[in-house]
């Protein structure tokens, strides 16, 4: 029981994770492919406002606070009553309530699959495809030293 | 003494058409729209990010072309936001060695676990204006070159392992990290609150300070341990959910500088650090921001206080653009009672001076005189 429950919540948290990291044009996009149900409650926003983002001196040490960052949040209640939340950078509202919802589906054994085939894997495809040249990007200018042989002989 | 009340309504309203006209210029020429100048002067955003205090591309886009490209205007405009907006809380600190790495150089390292990254760097490029940019020529696609995942820890995790630098730096167990956003400024500070107003320093002015501690004023040898730029996922503790919320990533520029360090009665010889963390793509403020960490620490280290960039109240004080152009500004509003007032005194001092003159020679006279 309480494996499954902390797998249940790293699922949970990895979805919020790729939700938030997409555009809202997208998530847009996808949820009207899959046909998706965009009726729910709103308990809460959406509604924007600030959360102030932490470093550590050093790069390891104590926490100082670096400076602000624009969040989105919302909360929503499907019908059949599961709650679902959202926090996101920036201000996209509509991104923020169909993240809500996407996570409240989740919650729904009879949805989770439509939401995981239909939104969340080609999101998060994307997601990866995007980093994966990023990176390949960077590494092609990445330092390859010469060492110079002086002749001894 | 008349002094005018009120008036200028009519000029304040038409002057700020006026404005707006300007701003938009010649009409025939197309209207910048916002994400291009998020994506074509992504570095100028970037310091309004930084420096504005707040992470949000698009509001700084806005911020800029609202101030005509008058960039500390647009940091103000980005400050005056930020107080329409509430608070949901303080993330969980950023971790730097997990970021997904856009650049990454040291100055101490030639070969490093991860190695050298030069990524979208001005750097040995020869400064030659390029007339084929001005023409609208078309850029290649970059080259892509196979990676496979390699850790990269910090350099300073590397020079740890034979002990010869400095922790990073730690506070008490039970310090909680002070926010000069809820508090004053109160000296002399923590290095923490230190380092958050050198974040949001004036780019400029801790620029020159950084500057002035290489030209010998608080000389302290740096070298660059390692910069590295790119973006970190960012998390927040909320009480709705057993676990931090991911909000998404941030893009961010580290800079780790080693100093040289004799040694002092309260610490061995060893390499010393200071340290810089900037929003955005912001190479020289996180150099300069480091250049500053490591000066104003000259009390805890033991250093003589010999020069403005080891003052700490001097550098914090001074280091906030909007602070300082509010109150170099302010001095073109009417300050017509003001004026009056000085004027009013300076002819009566006058008056007494001339008294005193006239008298004094009419002494001379007499003296003479007699």
Known sequence: ?153 | MYVAVKGGEAAIANAHSLLADRRRGDRSVPALRLDQIVEQLALGVDRVMSEGSLYDRELAALAIVQARGDMIEAIFLVRAYRTTLPRFGYSRAIDTANMLVERRVSATYKDLPGGQLLGPTFDYTHRLLDPELAAGAEVAEPLLRESEAQAMPRVSAILAREGLIEPDGDMPQDHVPGDITREPLEFPMARDIRLQALSRGDEGFLLALGYSTQRGYARNHPFVGEIRIGEVELELDVPELPFAVPLGTVRVTECQMVNQFKGSAKAPPQFTRGYGLVFGQSERKAMAMALCDRALRAKELGEDVVAAAQDEEFVISHSDNVQATGFVEHLKLPHYVDFQAELDLVRRMRAEYDARENAGKAEDKREAAE
């Open chain 1, 1 to 153: 029981m309480r494996g499954q429950e902390a797998r249940d919540q790293a699922e949970r948290k990895a979805a919020m994770a790729t939700l938030a990291q997409s555009s809202g044009d997208d998530i847009v996009r996808l949820w009207n492919e899959a046909g998706l149900p965009s009726d729910a409650e709103l308990l809460r926003g959406p509604e924007t406002g600030l959360v102030t983002l932490r470093g550590r001196i050093g790069g390891g040490g104590a926490p100082f606070n670096v400076g602000e960052a624009t969040v989105t949040r919302a909360t929503v209640r499907l019908p059949t009553g599961q709650v679902g939340h959202c926090y996101a950078l920036g201000r996209d509202k509509q991104k923020a309530r169909l993240a809500a919802i996407a996570d409240a589906l989740l919650q729904d054994p009879a949805r989770r699959n439509e939401v995981e085939t239909g939104l969340l894997a080609p999101l998060r495809s994307a997601l990866t495809k995007a980093h994966e040249k990023r990176r390949a990007e960077t590494a092609a200018t990445k330092v390859d030293f010469f060492t110079m042989v002086r002749g001894e002989d």
